[in-house]
């Protein structure tokens, strides 16, 4: 059964600062990975999708990497700035029948200014 | 474009009553998935619909959640009756194809009492 885990839970840095998303997989076997961002009251966008092809994707200061080997993620964000203050969530494609995404539960971030 | 629409917004209810939650789509999008999220939990898809027809409803407590996915456009997600773990955000989203990247509605808050 394919679990999702992203560490830490929640982080707290001061504006300005380069940091670093965790999310791990147990199973290998995955079709494409994506990271989304979750503002308060809020659904779910989109940020970064990586094939199972692929080693990393970018957009802007989001940087996202994928080991399938290791079965790990991360997503890099340069200079951060309070806006970037969310919920970050990766979910994993099985790419079985059902295309089913499977969520961590997320890193709560907050930028201080 | 328009993005996915969710509505209502909020509700509460009391436990044994029953409740429905409506979403419309991206026009276009094929696919539509329903996911419940609870407070500090990643989203559990709850059931995945192509076009009309159900791909995926695994995870649906079907004693008492039911969906439909009106001519392949809207769709409706009920629960009879409410239990006091139903509380939670119901997601909604959409994509093109089932992999692609999934667009979320903003989500119906439920607070079973």
């Known amino acids: 059964k394919q679990e999702v885990t992203q560490i830490p839970a929640a982080l707290s840095v001061p504006e300005g600062e380069n940091l670093v998303l965790n999310c791990s997989f147990t199973d290998s076997a995955i079709y494409n990975l994506q990271w989304f961002r979750q503002d308060p009251g809020k659904g779910l966008t989109s940020l970064l999708l990586i094939q199972s092809s692929q080693r990393e994707q970018t957009s802007g200061r989001l940087n996202a990497s994928l080991d399938k080997s290791s079965g790990r993620s991360t997503l890099y964000i340069a200079a951060s700035q309070p806006g970037d203050s969310a919920t970050y969530l990766c979910a994993v494609h099985l790419g079985d029948s059902s295309y089913k995404l499977i969520f961590g539960s997320g890193t709560r971030l907050l930028v201080r200014p | 474009e328009a993005g996915v629409a969710q509505s209502p917004r909020y509700k509460i209810i009391e436990k044994r009553q029953s409740v429905a939650f409506w979403c419309n789509p991206i026009s276009g999008h094929a696919t539509l998935y329903w996911y419940q999220q609870i407070l500090g939990q990643g989203p559990k898809l709850l059931i995945q619909f192509q076009n009309n027809g159900v791909v995926d409803d695994s995870q649906l407590p079907k004693d008492r959640f039911s969906a439909e996915r009106l001519k392949g456009v809207d769709s409706t997600l009920k629960i009879q009756p409410a239990k006091l773990e139903d509380s939670a955000v119901y997601l909604c989203?959409?994509?093109?194809?089932?992999?692609?990247?999934?667009?979320f509605g903003n989500g119906t808050r439920l607070t079973v009492t």
């Open positions: 989203a959409s994509s093109v194809t089932s992999n692609s990247p999934l667009h």
